[in-house]
């Protein structure tokens, strides 16, 4: 698990390689990643928007934004932690990601970019 803390809020990231979903004769190979987002402040927050920075070992770089996360821009109380589910694909077995979410903050009306920690997409059987 990688982790990072930006203005009280904590991002913690979980990576599983989806072998049922990967053709590697075909130079697929298919991540899931799970994100864990926990308001560590004394603010109701919200998930405005994403910004992904998705690197492949042959190479190639990717860069993915848009509004919320799998379809929603989720309120977190204080407190309280937000997770989810998503994938990625890469055209080699082993990469990374990183990025940043938009955050709005409702008590003085202000946006403010959270860091989302460089991760790790390896097939297993390069860990070896």
Known sequence: ???AITEGIKISVVTIYQEEYSNPDK????FA???TIENLTDYTIQLM???WFIFDSNGS???VEGEGVVGLQPVINPGDTYSYVSGCNLSSDIGTMSGNYQMYRS???SSFLVDIPEFELIVPYRLN
């Not at 130079?27 to 298919?30: D, F, K, P």
């Open 1 to 3: 698990m990688v982790t």
């Open 27 to 30: 130079e697929h190979y298919m």
């Open 33 to 35: 990643y799970q994100i």
């Open 49 to 51: 928007r994403r910004q």
């Open 61 to 63: 770089r990717r860069e």
């Open 107 to 109: 008590a003085d009306e």
